[in-house]
């Protein structure tokens, strides 16, 4: 067995070019500018990630962080709104001279009666303004003309803010509106009686409670599609408080012919 040649060597010798694999890049580094162009990118990405990140941190902080002041709120000095007093129509009678039904005509009597009654009770009772300023003059236009000097002489028995009782507050505890309303043979409302209960509970100035109760029976009359009261047969208003009680009471019935 011979021995393997020997490569040979000196001039002449058949000389090749050794061919190397290109260098791989090592793992984490871009091979060439569109390897560079790719990290460059990648970077930015990154960093705009991260200040997007930032600010949705910060604006969460902030929102969460209360100020000193916030933390104890704000205290509202106004009183809250007041709910102005309004009757329920209660038990209605018709007397009827025609032969037509009046069951319509006698609901909106009916309603358009303690609409009315129920703003003059709401000035003359319930309305914190009036206890201090007196009923508003407009009030007593729930009178007809003939009786509404009348009336307002009789204030007392209508109101206690001309009583000189200084109420605080005042909270409507019962109220009652009854009504028997006359149609004549057209069908058409002549007149209504109405009788009215009305209690409340209020407290005066120096805390001391009070109880105020009025009574009255009205006799309204409709003129151009609005009723007036035309009349009080009674009326009473009594306060009772904790040195005793102190009550009004006034009468007026209507003048033949009388109108608003």
Known sequence: ??????????????????????????????????????????????????AIGAVAFFLLRSGNTATPGSQQGTTSTEAPARSAFAFKVGRVRAVNLSRRSVKKQSAEAADAIAQRLSVFYDRAFADPASW???VPADTWNVFAAPVRATAKHDA?????????????????????????????TSAHPQAAFVTVLFRGTGQLVGGEKVQVENTATFLFRPASGTWFIAGYPDAKTTLEAGNGSVGTGASVSPSAGSSP
């Not at 803010?161 to 006359?182: H, P």
């Open 156 to 184: 007392n028995s209508f109101t206690p803010a001309t009583t000189g009782v200084n109420l605080a507050s005042f909270e409507v505890t019962k109220s009652v509106l009854r009504m028997t309303i006359s149609f004549d």
């Open 132 to 134: 201090k300023n007196g």
């Open 1 to 50: 067995m011979c021995p393997a040649a020997a490569p040979p060597e000196g001039p002449g010798a058949d000389t090749q070019p050794i061919t190397r694999a290109p260098a791989q890049p090592e793992p984490g580094f871009a091979a060439g500018p569109r390897g560079r162009r790719r990290s460059g990118l990648a970077v930015v990405i990154l960093f705009g990630l991260a």
